[in-house]
């Protein structure tokens, strides 16, 4: 009787430790989405509602798996918001850092201008007309020098007012090449995974073949990819994809060049010798497969993605045609593998 009674006794501070720590838990998810730093206001919306969202997963955990699951959500959206944040706030230190260089040009200039060139101008003149009703040649010239320097003085402070123009017409220049160029990296980059695309590849393996250079083209199929649109979300699919890429350029050098291939590919672009390419085809199939973590509306799913690669060699006097060819059988037998 005592042992039975001692047991629904530790059962009892078990259930009420349990509820305790969802509790606090839960409650740490509210202060975190109530105290979360607005960088960016959609961003932080989507964060609170994410985070509404994983605490009603808390009301219903009640196994190891469902508080497991719980914690790499929470962990996950924290990442995903900091990731968020940062690009946010290297933007603003950006724009910032311009405007205050374009302001500091302006001050300067503005300062050294003096007072207003006109009103010394016509004071000059001024002098000129009444002297030359005059018969005091000393006088006349006397008033004549004066003149001259505060036209100079004037000469030079409009000059500084241009130079003032110029260098906000400059800044506003440099401001515009760094928007345009931003926009033209933008329409080559796969919007999906931040890789170059199909258009900027093309024209990269051009300027190699039109040389005559030799390299070496890596090519990597996520053959899974079309059995996991049943499976999975779109967004969720998409942001296992950037992972991936994200971890293939992590293992290349900077003279290699990654892009989107197809909607079920990817190609890398390699100077390198043909055994130490084919050593990074075998890297790439190994550390590449496997399940990827990411947050889909506030929950923590794991996409697998079976990853199959080949590489082409193109070396120096093989045709452009002949190279097209064995990619394009590459490709094809790398998509039925």
């Keep these: 009787m005592i042992s039975i009674r001692r047991a629904t006794e530790d059962l009892d501070r078990v259930e009420h430790a349990t509820r305790t720590l969802a509790g606090v838990y839960d409650h740490a998810i509210w202060s975190t989405a109530q105290y979360a730093i607005e960088v960016d206001h959609g961003a932080v919306v989507a964060f609170r509602e994410h985070l509404t969202s994983l605490r009603d997963q808390i009301g219903r955990a009640?196994?190891?798996e469902d508080w497991q699951v719980v914690q790499a959500s929470f962990r996950g959206e924290l990442r995903h918001f900091r990731d968020q944040s940062t690009q946010q706030l290297t933007r603003i230190r950006s724009e910032f850092a311009a405007a205050i260089q374009a302001m500091h040009s302006f001050a300067d200039s503005v300062i050294s201008?003096?007072?207003?060139?006109?009103?010394t101008l016509r004071e000059a003149l001024g002098q000129l007309n009444k002297v030359a009703e005059g018969t005091d040649l000393d006088a006349v010239r006397a008033v004549i020098r004066k003149t001259t320097s505060s036209i100079e003085e004037s000469v030079e402070r409009m000059q500084k007012l241009h130079q003032v123009a110029i260098a906000q017409l400059r800044d506003e220049i440099r401001l515009l090449q760094s928007q345009v160029e931003v926009e033209r990296q933008a329409a080559q980059m796969d919007q999906a995974t931040g890789v170059w695309n199909r258009q900027h590849m093309d024209a990269t393996i051009a300027k190699f073949t039109d040389k005559d250079e030799?390299?070496?083209?890596?090519?990597?199929?996520?053959?899974?990819?079309?059995r996991l649109d049943g499976q999975f979300s779109r967004p969720a699919i998409d942001m296992a994809l950037r992972a991936m890429a994200q971890r293939l350029t992590a293992m290349l050098d900077d003279s290699s060049v990654a892009g989107r291939w197809d909607d079920e590919s990817f190609?890398?672009?390699?100077?390198?010798?043909?055994?130490?390419?084919?050593r990074v085809s075998r890297e790439a199939a190994k550390r590449l497969s496997g399940n990827y973590a990411v947050q889909d509306a506030g929950v923590a799913r794991q996409v697998p993605l079976t990853v199959v690669t080949g590489v082409i060699d193109h070396?120096?006097?093989?045709?452009?045609?002949v190279f097209a060819q064995r990619l394009a059988q590459m490709s094809n037998a790398l998509a039925i593998a």
Excluded: M, Y
Excluded at 214 to 226: G, K, T
Excluded at 315 to 321: C, F, K, V
């Design 62 to 64: 009640s196994t190891p």
């Design 113 to 119: 201008t003096g007072e207003d060139h006109q009103d």
């Design 214 to 226: 030799a390299f070496s083209l890596l090519i990597l199929c996520v053959r899974n990819l079309r």
């Design 267 to 278: 190609a890398v672009i390699l100077c390198l010798d043909p055994s130490e390419a084919i």
């Design 315 to 321: 070396l120096e006097g093989t045709g452009s045609g």
